[in-house]
């Protein structure tokens, strides 16, 4: 069976206008918003994170929904053509699990595509693929007009934002943290203050991808997701405000130390600057290293919440930039009225920019551990590693960042 003549690619929708439930955004614009966004996002990654972006990943992203162009999810928008059409009620509607499988038929290897299947949280397993050969699977009803389009959009965003991968990546922590940046570049391109839809009697293509740069590049700078500069060369005590403040002989071992990226323990009686030790090492890594950002552990939300303030006061001594986000970052931070703040440079002249919005987006949803600076308790840090939903995301907000992990003595085995 060809492609039948009144459908076309533009036909086919990735999003829908709340208001009235009517197709609003072609998945091809959709693809394209998303590989900007992907260019980007990787442009700025900070540099121990750069060299994790594999060669390829800008178009990979491009078409993590490339799996929408399936009559099973093409037919959920009841105001869609594709509501009316008659056989598709038994297609398969997971549009992830349908791109996973499409990309990884092209003869590239198959365990990179994970990536595209585990783009809304969760991996597909073994039980879910194995469906897609019964009936009502991926190619149902010997329909070749799906496959045609979804090789129709491949080759545009091939032509935009280049080829895809061809190296493999095993199960582990690379694909998991890819997978978390697919996810992160997949939210900023859904965002409709950023991408509004097009609410019009007719779906068309509107996004070209140059205005869909344009447009990512406004995007980062407005939630500051990049903004992690330090001013070089302080000294201890003016990290920490005061010329009076001086290390002691514990924070003085620790500083020379930090001339490479590793896992140092710090073990002493309460009340010898571990904290200020901490953080004087993460000052010396972020002007020194390539580490870029902080997420500060600890035990309990009532201990975060007393060192959130802490920790701003010190940012506000050494970051360069006019302003970034520091965010509370625990199951109850949202009681918190700064859970999500804007701090400014103590010693950067001009005008902080507001970071309102910024604040906004990084308290929705799952984004506070995407700040470039957060406080919070351990287990959000330790779900990255576990089989919980979006753990992909949390690799990838910790990845790159320094981590510190405060009164472990405390921590029970839960």
């Not at 206008?17 to 980007?40: E, F, N, W, Y």
Request: hydrophobic share 40%.
């Amino acid at each position: 069976m060809q492609t039948p003549p009144h459908i076309h690619l533009q036909d086919c929708w990735a999003k829908t206008d709340p208001a009235t439930g009517k197709p609003a955004l072609t998945v091809r614009d959709h693809s394209v918003i998303a590989s900007a966004v992907a260019s980007q996002i990787i442009e700025k990654l900070s540099p121990a994170c750069h060299p994790l972006a594999i060669k390829g990943s800008t178009a990979l992203i491009g078409l993590h929904d490339i799996g929408k162009i399936t009559p099973g999810f093409l037919r959920k928008a009841r105001a869609s053509r594709f509501a009316t059409m008659s056989g598709f009620q038994e297609c398969c509607g997971d549009h992830a699990l349908v791109g996973q499988e499409f990309l990884a038929s092209l003869d590239h290897p198959f365990s990179l595509y994970l990536a595209i299947g585990g783009h809304h949280g969760r991996y597909p397993t073994n039980r879910v693929r194995n469906n897609l050969g019964k009936p009502g699977g991926l190619f149902e009803a010997k329909l070749t007009w799906p496959n045609e389009l979804r090789h129709q959009l491949l080759e545009e965003i091939l032509h935009l934002a280049g080829p895809l991968p061809t190296a493999d990546l095993p199960k582990g922590a690379l694909l998991h943290w890819l997978t978390g940046l697919v996810v992160f570049c997949d939210w900023i391109a859904s965002n409709t203050d950023w991408f509004p839809l097009s609410v019009t009697d007719e779906l068309r293509d509107v996004w070209t991808f140059e205005n869909a740069k344009s447009a990512a590049t406004r995007a980062i700078e407005t939630i500051g997701w990049h903004r992690r500069s330090m001013h070089p060369g302080l000294s201890f005590s003016e990290c920490f405000g005061s010329l009076d403040f001086l290390p002691n002989p514990l924070q003085e071992t620790i500083l020379p130390l930090m001339d490479a990226p590793g896992l140092f323990i710090i073990e002493a009686p309460m009340g010898t600057g571990k904290t200020e030790a901490a953080l004087s090492a993460a000052y010396a890594r972020w002007t020194h290293g390539e580490e870029r950002g902080l997420y500060f552990a600890l035990p309990t939300q009532l201990t975060s919440n007393r060192i959130h303030n802490r920790i701003a006061t010190f940012l506000e001594n050494v970051i360069a930039d006019q302003n970034s986000v520091q965010t509370l970052v625990h199951g109850n931070a949202w009681l918190s009225e700064d859970r999500a703040r804007a701090f400014f440079s103590a010693r950067t002249p001009g005008e902080p920019t507001d970071a309102s919005e910024a604040c906004r987006w990084f308290t929705s949803g799952r984004k506070s551990l995407l700040a470039p600076f957060g406080t919070g308790t351990i287990d959000q840090a330790l779900m990255a590693i576990l089989s919980a939903k979006h753990s992909a995301l949390r690799l990838f907000a910790l990845s790159g960042k320094v981590v510190v992990i405060d009164e472990v003595h405390s921590y029970d085995p839960y």
